[in-house]
C-alpha cells in the first residue's frame, strides 16, 4: 500500500523559512520522479517543482523559483522541501507525490501558513 507522509509545515512569518519532508512508502521510490504540489483555499492543486529520480535534476514553478529547493534521499527514501523567503501567497496545503502523477493516492498534505 502506497503511502506518503507529509511533515514539516507550520506558521511562519513573510520572509522565513521552512523545510517540508515527504516520507514515501509501498513502492520503489528510487524509480519514480517526485513533486511537490500546493493547494491554497478557493484553488486548484498546482505543481510546485520537481524532481527526477536520481536527484540530479529540478524544475520549479516560476512563483518559487530561485526560493524553493528540492531534494531527495533515496535510501530513506524522502523527498524534501526547502522554502525560503516565503511570501503570504504561499500559503497552502503542500503535498507530495510522483511526478509525473500516478494513480497513487495523496497524502493529507501538511499546512503552510504565512502570515505576520
Known amino acids: 500500500q502506497v503511502q506518503l507522509v507529509e511533515s514539516g509545515g507550520g506558521l511562519v512569518q513573510p520572509g522565513g523559512s521552512l523545510r517540508l519532508s515527504c516520507a514515501a512508502s509501498?513502492?520503489?521510490?528510487?524509480?519514480?520522479?517526485m513533486g511537490w504540489y500546493r493547494q491554497a483555499p478557493g484553488k486548484q492543486r498546482e505543481l510546485v517543482g520537481s524532481?527526477?529520480?536520481?536527484?540530479?535534476?529540478?524544475n520549479y514553478a516560476d512563483s518559487v523559483k530561485g526560493r524553493f529547493t528540492i531534494s531527495r534521499d533515496n535510501a530513506k527514501p524522502t523527498v524534501y522541501l526547502q522554502m525560503d523567503s516565503l511570501k503570504p501567497e504561499d500559503t497552502a496545503v503542500y503535498y507530495c507525490n510522483t511526478y509525473p502523477l500516478n494513480r497513487y493516492d495523496w497524502g493529507q498534505g501538511t499546512q503552510v501558513t504565512v502570515s505576520s
Open positions: 524532481i527526477t529520480s536520481g536527484g540530479a535534476s529540478t
Open positions: 509501498g513502492f520503489i521510490f528510487r524509480r519514480f520522479g
